[in-house]
């Protein structure tokens, strides 16, 4: 999504947005019976980084959920769905897992599509793969308006929400070190993020301010 069409859409909601309703995808599929017998246990890939997503129904509340992958499939996915098993797994950024899971296929009476969620059983491996610190410089767009942002196991908080020129959607960074914001402007910035790996950090610093536009 454009940038500038997520914050008109933002614009255009009521402030109290805290008070959204997060529910499992399966519970949007409509009314009827759930067929929950296709349970099967797999090994799930849950990657060093999280990442992001707008919750379901809203414009301007976005999320922090895990990255997965399952069996040898790679292609990473983001885990929106966990359930409340996975407040047992102790995750930590800069670590790759290999995880024991039951993966369960609901299927809705009226519909002939497959919603899956998992519950986490146990960890299997962890091994640290961000072992060294980094930076690089990005250049990103910056929304004339906060978004709502709940980082993953914290309270919700405002955010900026930003479109780096090297990534395909936008998402949320809760601080710009030397950025002085101000609501209702459009800005592209240059900013280095610094990565320290022990404990697992990430950090933005403005370099220069490219555009300021109203």
Known sequence: MHLNSQTQR?????TNSFNILILDPFLFSGSGEFDTDKKKIV?????PNTGFNEYLFSDDMYGEFLQYSEGKN????????PGESFASFNYQKGYHYTIKAEKINIKHSSKQAFNVIYQYLETLSKEKIITQDAAEDLIMDVAPVKINFIPRGKEPRKAYLVKVTTESKPRPI???????????????LRVRKTIQA???KEH???????????
Do not use: A, D
Not at 205 to 214: A, C, D, Y
């Open 198 to 200: 022990s404990p697992f």
């Open 204 to 214: 933005y610093t403005l370099l220069e301010v490219m555009s300021k536009n109203k």
């Open 43 to 47: 090994e799930l890939s849950i990657y």
């Open 74 to 81: 790679t292609s990473k996915q983001l885990l929106l769905s």
């Open 10 to 14: 933002i614009n255009q909601k009521h």
């Open 174 to 188: 809760l601080k710009i070190k030397e950025f002085h914001f101000k609501k209702g402007y459009h800005y592209r």
